[in-house]
């Protein structure tokens, strides 16, 4: 079965950067879609980026709260996909995690059809 691991939080001074990864083992990354998710201490848990299959078409896609901020990729040599995040904000505090979906992006708001899910990743904006 497909098995997520994330990695790369920490704590970080506000307008910083930090590198978060979704390691996979048991099946290809390349032949999902795979959601970043967070989840702050006391808020919904909230999908912010996903990038669909490898392949023809691939598309990434960001919540409007980290758009021009974070950057998603994938690196299938490595069955990994990144989120390199900049210009981080104290709102940006969260447990981060990764999942996986079978077919695509379109569900990454309410995080349906998402599963695999890793243990997350604490990142910690604080000044």
């Known amino acids: 079965q497909l098995q997520l691991v994330e990695s790369g939080g920490g704590l970080v001074q506000p307008g910083g950067s930090l590198r978060l990864s979704c390691a996979g083992s048991?099946?290809?990354?390349?032949?999902?879609?795979i959601g970043w998710f967070r989840q702050a201490p006391g808020k919904e848990r909230e999908g912010i980026s996903c990038i669909t299959k490898s392949g023809s078409g691939s598309s990434i896609r960001y919540a409007d709260s980290v758009k021009g901020r974070f950057t998603i990729s994938r690196d299938n040599t490595k069955n990994t996909v990144y989120l390199q995040m900049s210009s981080l904000k104290f709102e940006d505090t969260a447990v981060y995690s990764c999942a996986a979906h079978p077919s695509g992006c379109s569900y990454l708001k309410g995080a349906s059809g998402f599963g695999s899910w890793g243990q997350g990743t604490q990142v910690i904006v604080s000044s």
């Open positions: 048991g099946f290809p990354l390349e032949n999902f879609a």
